[in-house]
């Protein structure tokens, strides 16, 4: 059964649509087809402009000055928002405000002050190091970082690889091992400032997503004070999941949103486009491919909305969120791959967004947890127990 | 591998252009003591790669004589990105007419050696 909007939700997807469609999109006419941000000025004006929508902060919890919007509106909001040629990892390009790294929402007062304030007044910008060359799906083991009790400080060794945004980020939230013996029970959350002696920014790790870029960091002897501790001592692993966790819904609303962006513009140029004497919508393999789009897009937009609205509920949605994600990512890239086919020659050109988005959505299966470790999460739910 | 753009400079004359294709890259100009201008991109948009960005670049320089050389790259964005944050690890600041033209903040970048 799909979905039935509320009117104030219909109202809110009308304008964000036509946002995308009247000042996101003609942006993106006059910029690279890889660029990953817009001139500051346009950038400004359109923040006004969602702010003047009620819509500015989103995901930012109203206690904190964001907006009254409940997950399943955002999730909604999310398929619009991604559909223009950047919306894959930079959805309108920001002006709607970022709710930052969740984490900082659970931090003690002088660490909101110092990362979280500035964050949601847009003056300072994080990254999140997770992931080691050791590996990153399973970090409870793979994490090699040390950090060591010296004094009032900790001081951390070692490497991270794959962190988005930590060459221009102004601090970071980074884990570390700091009890050799405890698997998961023995990693620690710190706050990092990039200017901290010890912390580099090595090289950038150039990926299918160019816009974006990812980058490896060395960490030698840096000194952290015990302040900068987010959490617990030994309990940081929980903060690493949680994230994984919230963010895998608006993840997937991403991929999903391209998805739709991508069918609508197959079903267009399917119409038009003639072939041996007939338009392409008259061939069957074509409807056919049209039609495996729309099931995917349905599928992965249900399971989007089911996990948003036990969310909403507040009951667990872990199995739902990871579902949506493996769903959304996997799905999304057979439809951008549908859409490619369809627009033959034209859908391999950098004129057209569908070449950018099936470069994005290939990296979609891998990060914030690739698809097999969806599926292992999805399968301790559903079996029990926990696989170690 | 280095990350750093280090292949010999070339000049900036007709010839050596018509040796690229319109392929999409890096490239910098330097003037003839080898000091770095500018550090460029020939992406999507551009009509012939860098075939037709090297031949503006000449053409702008209205017969001053100029060094360049280029990197075939298809990631060209985060490669430009990479170029200009060695630039300023290296020498403290970015060429004149990349300060002139950024207005988008940049990384910081301190390679290891
Ligand atoms: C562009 C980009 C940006 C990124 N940004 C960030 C960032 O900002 N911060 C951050 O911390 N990380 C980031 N990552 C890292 C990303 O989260 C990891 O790449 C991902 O978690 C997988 O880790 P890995 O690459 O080490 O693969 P591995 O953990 O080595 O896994 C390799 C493959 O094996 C599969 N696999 C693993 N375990 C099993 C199993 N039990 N059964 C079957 N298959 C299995 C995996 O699914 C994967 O396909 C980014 C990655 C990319 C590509």
Redesign the pocket.
């Known amino acids: 059964m799909d979905y039935q909007m509320t009117d104030e939700q219909r109202i809110i997807i009308d304008m964000v649509r036509k946002f995308v469609r009247e000042e996101i999109v003609p942006l993106e006419d006059k910029l690279d087809p890889d660029a990953g941000e817009i001139d500051p000025e346009d950038h400004a004006r359109l923040v006004e402009m969602t702010k003047n929508m009620g819509l500015y902060g989103l995901g930012i919890p109203p206690e904190f000055g964001g907006p009254e919007i409940d997950v399943t509106t955002m999730t909604l909001m999310a398929f619009e928002m991604a559909q223009h040629r950047a919306g894959l990892y930079n959805p309108c390009y920001s002006v709607f405000g970022g709710a930052g790294l969740a984490q900082l929402y659970e931090a003690t007062d002088a660490q909101k002050e110092k990362y979280l304030y500035p964050v949601l007044r847009g003056e300072k910008g994080a990254?999140?190091?997770?992931?080691?060359?050791?590996?990153?799906?399973?970090?409870a083991r793979?994490i090699q970082t040390r950090a060591v009790k010296d004094g009032s400080d900790w001081v951390l060794n070692g490497a991270?690889?794959?962190?988005?945004?930590?060459d221009r980020a102004d601090f970071g939230i980074l884990f570390a091992r700091t009890d050799a013996e405890k698997g998961r029970g023995g990693i620690t959350c710190f706050l990092i400032d990039t200017d901290m002696p010890g912390f580099n920014v090595r090289r950038v790790?150039h990926?299918?997503?160019s816009a974006?870029?990812?980058t490896e960091i060395s960490i030698e002897d840096l000194r952290v004070p015990e302040e900068n501790v987010l959490g617990e001592v030994n309990k940081g692993f929980a903060i690493a999941n949680d994230r994984l966790s919230r963010q895998r819904i608006p993840y997937a609303a991403g991929c999903v949103g391209v998805a739709m962006k991508a069918q609508e513009m197959a079903i267009e140029y399917c119409k038009i486009r003639e072939t041996f004497g007939a338009p392409l919508a008259t061939r069957q393999s074509i409807q056919w491919m049209i039609v495996d789009n729309e099931i995917d897009i349905r599928t992965a937009r249900h399971i989007c909305l089911e996990a948003a609205q036990k969310a909403d509920r507040g009951e667990s949605f872990r199995t739902e969120a990871a579902m949506a994600k493996l769903l959304g990512s996997e799905a999304g890239g057979r439809v951008v791959d549908r859409a490619m086919q369809i627009h033959g020659g034209y859908g391999m050109t950098k004129d057209l967004p569908l070449e950018r988005w099936y470069r994005e959505m290939r990296?979609r299966?891998?990060?914030?947890?690739?698809?097999?470790?969806q599926?292992?999460v999805m399968a301790r739910d559903l079996i029990g127990g926990s696989f170690h | 591998m280095s990350i750093r753009l280090d292949k010999p400079f070339q000049e900036l004359t007709p010839e050596n252009i018509d040796k690229l294709q319109a392929q999409l890259g890096v490239y910098q100009i330097a003037e003839p003591d080898g000091t770095i201008s500018y550090i460029g991109y020939a992406g999507g948009r551009s009509l012939f790669g860098l075939n037709g960005d090297l031949k503006k670049e000449l053409e702008n320089r209205n017969g001053q004589p100029a060094l360049f050389r280029h990197e075939v790259n298809m990631q060209y964005m985060s490669r430009h990105e990479e170029l200009l944050m060695l630039h300023v690890a290296d020498f403290g600041e970015l060429p004149e007419r990349n300060r002139r033209e950024r207005n988008h903040k940049l990384g910081r970048l301190r390679p290891a050696g």
């Open positions: 990254f999140f190091g997770l992931t080691e060359p050791s590996g990153g799906s399973d970090p793979a991270k690889i794959f962190i988005s945004g930590a790790v990926t299918l997503r974006r870029y990812a990296i299966r891998i990060g914030e947890g690739p698809s097999e470790v599926r292992l």
